[in-house]
């Protein structure tokens, strides 16, 4: 009885760390995305190209995002610019000797304007706190938001105001490594759910390799100043459903179809008017 026990753990073992040597070797080749407005038939197509794994650039009809990467591979500086235009907008990543996320601005223009947004994070044991200031601002701070870490993970936010005081309090739940509620304790107290698949995650392979070992700090704190990196994909499943108790907030969902590596091949996704499909290719 115990060879068969035995013998059944290496089975199991084998087989997990085949799977987990799989997952490892796959890299992103390519994302597209087609967004169509189904009331005027209008499509917004969206190219993530990649190489080696590493996300390089984002191109729609006349606007680009590319993506340049520090020595250690992590995501370094992003420019956006349109075509036949000298629209610029850039945005940088500072990081600590352990790769920890320090500083981020971004320089763009509003109106007739040119402003440079520097958030700042200090990290202090568990907690990371982060002072946003814009230069066309003689604020303090525009924002001040107070992160608590447990276990690699950000598990609460406090916004606060110029008097310390705090004016939105949120917590962040998880399920089987899958981010699955933001829910308002203080200000605003409504509550986002969010739902998973069973399968490998194409967002999880491509903010890791943006990111490096710390992307589960990382995402949260770039995902209110970088739309390309949604906080949900730091989860170890793909996104399913979206619902939220806020009256203003859309609920929706998406469905997958998948690869023999069990990662996304396609999935579609209806928000309100929009239908956007996107397909994926892998190396």
Do not use: C
Request: proline share 1%; glycine share 4%.
């Amino acid at each position: 009885m115990k060879k068969q026990l035995l013998a059944l753990f290496g089975l199991a073992l084998s087989l997990s760390v085949q799977s987990q040597t799989t997952n490892e070797s796959v890299k992103l080749k390519q994302i597209k995305s087609v967004e169509t407005n189904t009331l005027n038939g209008d499509k917004i197509t969206k190219t993530y190209s990649f190489q080696d794994g590493k996300l390089t650039s984002i191109k729609t009809s006349d606007l680009i995002q590319s993506f340049f990467y520090n020595k250690k591979g992590i995501l370094d500086k992003t420019v956006k610019e349109r075509e036949g235009s000298t629209w610029k907008e850039v945005a940088s990543y500072f990081y600590d000797e352990s790769d920890r996320l320090v500083k981020f601005t971004s320089k763009y223009e509003e109106g007739d304007e040119n402003v440079t947004k520097t958030v700042t994070f200090k990290h202090e044991g568990s907690r990371i706190i982060a002072i946003t200031k814009n230069s066309n601002s003689s604020l303090k701070f525009t924002k001040y938001i107070d992160y608590v870490v447990e276990n690699g993970k950000i598990i609460r936010e406090s916004e606060r105001n110029l008097s310390q005081k705090i004016i939105n309090k949120k917590e962040m739940h998880y399920y089987k490594d899958n981010l699955s509620r933001y829910k308002g304790l203080v200000g605003d107290k409504s509550i986002d759910n969010y739902t998973y698949d069973d399968k490998n995650s194409a967002m999880l392979l491509l903010v890791k390799n943006v990111f490096g070992e710390n992307y589960q700090t990382i995402v949260p704190l770039i995902a209110p100043h970088e739309n390309e990196f949604p906080i949900e994909s730091i989860s170890y499943h793909n996104f399913l459903n979206f619902s939220s108790t806020a009256t203003h907030k859309t609920k929706y969902g998406n469905t997958y179809t998948y690869n023999n590596l069990n990662f996304p091949k396609t999935h579609t996704q209806n928000k309100g008017k929009l239908k956007t499909v996107v397909s994926y290719e892998y190396e």
